[in-house]
């Protein structure tokens, strides 16, 4: 079990008192909470995007061009995105959405762990890798059709059964905008939350990174858990620097200590 420092005792007591306090939290959560869970982080020094180049193979204009090549990076990369199991700190949110502390979940992520783990109202901003479209008659097939046409096709791209035209995840790439009522109810939530808990982003990928700042911008609070510093820790209320999956449960735990002591007291 990890030591933990002091100050960071401290901040998961803190991070505790308001989102119990709170009337509408949201949790925004970025790549380093499915890191923990072994998946490869898109844009760290060894991440698929050192490896991929995203102007070759991650961009709308490349698919687009050729398909093939997106395929190509999809298949090496998917058996470790379909294979991820939720981890402590997805866990940790969900128990945080069931308790009716937060209210809904806003994610980078496309893996779908916060749903495997338990959550209800997720907006995923940059798409869903379980779910595909044809860019011709927008055909949808999901992950287990995809799967059975790729075994017995045996080609790439994988193409739709209705029009023969190139089938994409439902993910944002590079050059495409996120959809559109994600964004809007993003935008929605982060204006009208009191406290907004950031977990695993490194803040660094716009338009998301800027969510945040509507809710600094009301007056209202940010809890921050990151690896590492983020762009916004000088104007959060709490930041600390250690695994979600270390720190989401404590804070929990914290939390039922201090929803017990108030019972008692009532």
């Known amino acids: 079990m990890e030591i933990l420092e002091p100050v960071e005792k401290e901040s998961i007591n803190k991070a505790a008192e308001l989102l119990i306090n709170s009337k509408n939290a949201v949790v925004l959560t970025g790549a380093g909470i499915s890191t ?27 698919f687009l061009n050729d398909p093939s090549k997106f395929w190509k990076m999809a298949e090496d990369i998917a058996p470790t995105l379909f294979n991820a199991e939720p981890n402590a700190g997805h866990y940790a949110i969900a128990a945080l959405e069931k308790m009716n502390i937060v209210k809904a979940i806003i994610t980078q992520n496309v893996d779908e762990l916060h749903q495997k783990a ?18 011709g008659c927008r055909a949808s097939y999901n992950k287990q059709q995809l799967l059975r046409k790729m075994k017995k096709e045996k080609k790439l791209p994988p193409l739709c059964d209705f029009c023969a035209t190139p089938l994409k995840p439902s993910v944002v790439l590079f050059g495409e905008s996120l959809p559109n009522f994600e964004k809007y109810m993003s935008i929605d939530l982060a204006k009208k939350t009191d406290v907004m808990l950031i977990a695993g982003s490194s803040l660094s990928v716009a338009p998301v990174c800027d969510l945040p700042l ?5 007056g209202r609070k940010l809890i921050i858990i990151n690896d590492e510093p983020t762009y916004l820790d000088e104007r959060a209320e709490i930041v600390i620097n250690n695994k979600t999956g270390t720190i989401l449960p404590l804070i929990v735990e914290q939390i039922k200590k201090i929803q017990a002591n108030r019972d008692l007291n009532t």
Request: hydrophobic residues 30%; contains cysteine.
């Open 36 to 62: 923990e869970s072994g998946i490869p982080d898109f844009r760290g020094e060894s991440g698929i995007w050192a490896k991929y180049k995203p102007e070759i193979y991650g961009s709308i204009q490349s």
């Open 214 to 218: 509507y809710t600094v911008s009301e």
């Open 118 to 135: 338990g959550s209800i109202i997720v907006y995923e901003v940059h798409g869903n890798i379980n779910r595909f479209s044809c860019l």
